[in-house]
């Protein structure tokens, strides 16, 4: 059974740091792209870091240089390095495997 379950999220003041993983079960991560997305209610989706089958990386434009996608292939699970963290960061974050699988999301939540 193919599952993504994320963890990590939680509070944290600006300028803070937090890491999101991703397990993954029931498929190898080393064969699929995946992909940290962010929802924020009443707003489109956000594809926020991916990391590819050969590990190259893509950022969008408001994370790059704060944030680091990574991959433990032993562990099966990706990461999702948040640093320096702005209040815009508050949001769902979802994880996706282009196996087409979601996991359930972890809430960001940055806040003075």
């Known amino acids: 059974q193919v599952q993504l379950v994320e963890s990590g999220g939680g509070v944290v003041q600006p300028g803070g740091s937090l890491r999101l993983s991703c397990s993954a079960s029931g498929f190898s991560i080393v064969h699929y792209y995946m992909t940290w997305y962010r929802q924020i209610p009443g707003k489109e989706r956000e594809l926020v870091a991916q990391i590819g089958t050969r590990e190259n990386t893509w950022y969008a434009e408001s994370v790059k240089d704060r944030f680091t996608i990574s991959r433990d292939i032993g562990k099966n699970t990706v990461y999702l390095q948040m640093n320096s963290l702005k209040f815009e960061d508050t949001a769902m974050y979802l994880c996706?495997?282009?196996?087409?699988?979601w996991g359930q999301g972890t809430q960001v939540t940055v806040s003075s």
């Open positions: 996706h495997a282009s196996i087409e699988a």
